[in-house]
């Protein structure tokens, strides 16, 4: 199980850049056009990427696996 541990790390370092990017995207076209829907997408895009970034940081532990030393 250890082996996926890298390739789930890249996958989810990728899930955390969409939905950031997206999220600036969405704020980008609130800006634009004032629309409460994308400031709703934007804000929600930035939360998921606030916690795929907090799992990502705690893996292992969510994993139960042992720390590195």
Known sequence: MSSLIPFHRVLIGCAIAFCFGYAA???????????????????????IGVGLAFY??????????????
Do not use: I, M, N, T
């Open 25 to 47: 995207w969405e704020f980008a076209a609130y800006l634009r056009d004032r629309s409460p829907l994308a400031l709703l997408l934007a804000l929600s895009f930035a939360a």
């Open 56 to 69: 990502l940081r705690h893996l292992r532990r969510v994993l139960g696996l042992p720390a590195r030393e």
